[in-house]
């Protein structure tokens, strides 16, 4: 069922980029009218922010516990500016970037910065805000390297465009965002067969998608690996933290298939204490994946949501539902969601919501949402109108 809130107005897939395999795959699903039983109604678009001159995409969002929101971004230059064909999602210049709200409506316009990356572009700033106050940034570079650089690196790295990729890191704000400390690296799990361009040590772990932090306050990262049968095949797998994302150590499988690449992913936990990872996908038809573990992340089971669209982010709502957002890569271009139940048990009849159709191409989506008050929820997203200038935009919806 898909309920239409048709709008008025890439690492894997490492951000995009190692989109290897994927089918193509179109869907004939075409949207619905809206129906009185839809579980939210949307209440306007808008832009949260746009320059010509830059390529703004993957933002994330939170809310500080002084009620102030937060967009990280990542920004490039806008390469058409040079005379290039195009941009892409690997840039020398691309870094970490941050707009304020104080009511989810009104952003600041100049970006502040979060962190640029000392050997490379950064990628896909992932926000966590803490019970304690502090915020996460999770985040992947790639270094570009000479000729005679990539001739000496030490083998098996991951190379697009002429750039190899350095694994992920993270920084970490104790003071709302204001400043940022780091990077911190994570552990580099086995399964991962890259090296890193820097002395050829083995990669640290990486991935585009939400962490979480559960009751306990473990946090729970879904990272993804190439694997050792192929450096082009990736899989995901579960690391935690429990000193507040200082140190991480490698717990489990989360989902890993002959056929099936598992990229990015977000993490969850229910009330019932199940964790959760909803995975994107390649070679499953564009096809969203659930992995869930009722042992507390020390084993998954993942299996077809029955849809499509990626990447995927959760959020808890004040009812305990979930509101599962995603972009949605396929004509009509756009942004959709679901409504599950408050342990995900429901997303194979749960509405689907559209969002947005306009979309100018595919370099769309990658949402991600906050709850703004008991009634609205803000979804952020990248977005382009005629193949125009990237911007960040929102969305508001209104519960029932």
Not at 6 to 24: C, D, E, H, N, P
Not at 60 to 87: Q, T
Not at 246 to 261: F, G, P, Q, R
Not at 395 to 400: A, T
């Amino acid at each position: 069922m898909t309920l239409n809130l048709k709008s008025a107005g890439s690492f894997f897939l490492l951000s995009g980029v190692m989109a290897l395999g994927l089918t193509s795959f179109v869907a004939n699903n075409a949207p619905k009218p809206v129906t009185d039983d839809a579980p939210a109604r949307k209440v306007k678009d808008f832009v949260i922010y746009q320059d010509e001159r830059f390529y703004s995409t993957f933002p994330s969002i939170v809310k500080k516990p002084n009620g102030e929101y937060l967009v990280a971004f990542r920004r490039a230059p806008e390469r058409r500016g040079f005379g290039e064909k195009g941009s892409n999602h690997v840039d020398p210049n691309s870094y970490l970037v941050a707009v304020r709200s104080k009511d989810g409506e009104t952003w600041t316009k100049e970006p502040e910065l979060i962190y640029a990356h000392a050997f490379g572009g950064s990628q896909d700033p992932c926000l966590l805000q803490l019970k304690n106050g502090d915020i996460l940034c999770a985040s992947y570079g790639w270094a570009f390297l000479r000729p005679d650089g990539m001739a000496n690196l030490k083998k098996p790295y991951f190379e697009t465009s002429g750039a190899v990729f350095l694994g992920g890191y993270l920084v970490r704000s104790t003071d709302g965002g204001k400043n940022w400390q780091g990077p911190i690296y994570p552990t580099h799990i086995a399964p991962e067969i890259n090296l890193s361009p820097l002395g050829g040590v083995p990669l640290p772990a990486y991935n585009r998608g939400a962490l979480y932090e559960g009751k306990s306050g473990r946090i729970y990262w879904i990272v993804a690996s190439s694997d050792s049968n192929s450096p082009k095949k990736t899989s995901n797998h579960l690391i935690v933290s429990d000193d507040k994302g200082l140190t991480w150590k490698y717990a489990s499988v989360v989902a890993i298939d002959d056929k099936v690449l598992f990229n990015e992913a977000s993490a969850y936990e229910t009330p019932k204490g199940d964790i959760i990872g909803f995975l994107r996908t390649a070679n499953l038809d564009d096809q969203a994946c659930i992995a869930r573990s009722t042992d507390g992340g020390k084993s998954f089971k993942w299996e077809s949501m029955g849809f499509q669209g990626h990447p995927m982010q959760a959020t808890r709502l004040a009812d305990n539902r979930v509101l599962l957002v995603y972009g949605y890569r396929h004509k009509p271009y756009g942004i959709r969601a679901r409504i599950l139940n408050a342990e995900c048990t429901d997303y194979k009849t749960a509405p689907e919501i559209v969002l947005r159709e306009d979309g100018g191409s595919t370099d769309i989506g990658y949402p991600w949402s906050v709850q703004l008050d008991k009634k609205r929820v803000l979804v952020v997203y990248y977005f382009n109108l005629d193949n125009g200038t990237r911007q960040i935009a929102g969305s508001i919806l209104e519960l029932k």
